[in-house]
């Protein structure tokens, strides 16, 4: 998978991609995650829309494990990016772009950052919170009420200490 493409010469020759890369060669994501080990498997297809606008269309997956904030141990879940980018020429008129449209920065060469996009955006994919299911949790909440939960208290991070409390708890 190239790390960055020309999105104008790409749609001129309906380029499409299918790829991946390595999630150790993208650092930010992997500094969010468990394990650096896997892949982010690509779909790129650069075309002209109805408009005449290049688009460049990303199907972006990956399968990760973040920290439960709950238990503190590893969670798998999937990040998954599917959308519609187009780049921001000086040419471009901004109003002209569909609302569903990411508009991407071109370098000075007319490329884009290709990798660090599907980057960004696999980040943005990341709950702020990531927590298991009750069921699949390594801590079982015994004050939680089922169909009552406290939003307040499940948005709170858990700290190493309350995680031991309630190990003790649990006792
Ligand atoms: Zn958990």
Not at 19 to 46: H, M, T, W
Not at 75 to 100: G, N, Q, Y
Not at 136 to 153: F, H, N, R, V, Y
């Amino acid at each position: 998978m190239p790390v960055e493409i020309d999105p104008v010469k790409s749609a001129q020759k309906r380029s499409d991609y299918d790829g991946f890369y390595p999630l150790g060669n993208l650092k930010r994501l992997s500094d969010a995650i468990v394990s650096d080990q896997g892949e982010v498997s690509v779909l790129l297809r650069c075309a002209y829309d109805e408009q005449g606008l290049p688009v460049m269309l990303i199907s972006a997956e990956a399968d990760v494990e973040v920290t439960c904030q709950r238990c503190a141990e590893a969670m798998p879940i999937k990040l998954a990016l599917s959308a519609t980018f187009t780049p921001k020429t000086a040419r471009l008129e901004e109003d002209l772009v569909p609302s569903e449209y990411g508009l991407v920065e071109v370098n000075e060469y007319g490329q884009i950052d290709l990798r660090a996009l599907i980057e960004d955006e696999l980040l943005l994919a990341i709950p702020l919170v990531p927590k298991h299911n009750v069921e699949e949790c390594a801590i079982k909440q015994q004050d939680m009420s089922w169909g009552q939960l406290d939003p307040a208290a499940s948005e709170k991070p858990a700290n190493p200490f309350d995680v031991l409390k309630s190990l003790k708890n649990s006792k």
